[in-house]
């Protein structure tokens, strides 16, 4: 059985504990408020009619995107405005993530999480300025860190009294253009008593891989994800797009809408399979 980690509260969802896992997931890159509420309607609906707890994520500003003419997203005042339809109207917590210190402020004010990403968790002043607004954070570990490096992140975010804190493992750089999943990572980060995530979506991303854009191999998502929930985790995150092919980032490695319901089935399975077997416990103690 996995070692339980602390329970983070966000909205209406209690990510980690003794809790099933949790599901973070949306588009990239907001590409439209319409768009935008369409997806996140479609995967509460697949969430509730399985029962599990969903965070809808979006970013509003991808600051890292490969080149200078690739889709970023509609900035921070009207990305915010439209998370927070999100929120009103589909009733669901979000997260997005930051990228300055001096967009902290505002967005705390919408997010229910407010991510830090990969490239940036090891920024310091950022990191505990997050930290700071006293709100559920998601760190993401950098493609670049080992798991283990990751304990003197959390010490940054812990030294300010905020520990509703989540860390997200999204894979590690492999040669050129690649990532590759280390599994023991996720057991390595659960050590430190947070809810551990994983990025399936990420992980099978191709950093660079096409030239002007990222490449990706979303086939690997449903199997990486099922390793993963064997694994033990508290949350799965999933780029998920109406259209992969036509999505305006990251599309090469997100999942397909009309595909999540019957992998979140695939994973319950896993994970139901994996919990202790009452009766045979009790036949134990007999």
């Keep these: 059985m996995k070692p339980l980690t602390r329970e983070v509260r966000v ?148 030294s300010t009294g905020n520990h509703d804190l989540m860390v997200t493992e999204r894979g590690v750089c492999f040669g050129y253009n690649n990532l590759v999943t280390d599994f023991r990572s996720l057991s390595i980060l659960r050590r430190y008593g947070y809810p551990v995530i994983f990025d399936a979506t990420h992980s099978v991303q191709l950093p660079g891989g096409m030239g002007e854009t990222s490449g990706g191999q979303a086939e690997f998502v449903p199997p990486l994800s099922r390793a993963a929930v064997a694994v033990g985790i508290d949350g799965i995150f999933m780029e998920v797009h109406e259209r992969p092919g036509e999505a305006l980032c990251d599309g090469q490695n997100s999942l397909r809408l009309d595909d999540l319901a019957s992998l979140l089935r695939q994973l319950q399975a896993v994970e139901s399979a994996l919990k202790p077997n009452e009766s045979n416990d009790q036949m134990g103690r007999g």
């Design 11 to 158: 909205g209406n969802v209690s990510v980690g504990g003794s809790n099933g896992f949790s599901l973070v997931a949306g588009p990239c890159v907001i590409e439209g408020r319409e768009t935008t509420l369409r997806i996140a309607r479609g995967v509460k609906a697949i969430s509730q009619t399985l029962g599990i707890p969903f965070i809808f994520k979006s970013s509003y500003d991808k600051a890292n995107r490969t080149s200078l003419r690739s889709f970023r997203g509609p900035g921070l005042c009207e990305g915010l405005e439209i998370l927070k339809l999100v929120k009103e109207e589909i009733g669901v917590p979000v997260l997005s993530d930051v990228h300055k210190i001096d967009e902290v402020d505002q967005a705390s004010q919408v997010l229910d999480v407010i991510q830090v990403p990969a490239f940036l968790c090891r920024q310091t002043d950022l990191v505990i300025e997050v930290a700071r607004t006293m709100k559920p954070m998601n760190v993401k570990k950098g493609q670049f860190l080992a798991p283990w490096d990751m304990g003197k992140v959390i010490e940054k975010v812990v």
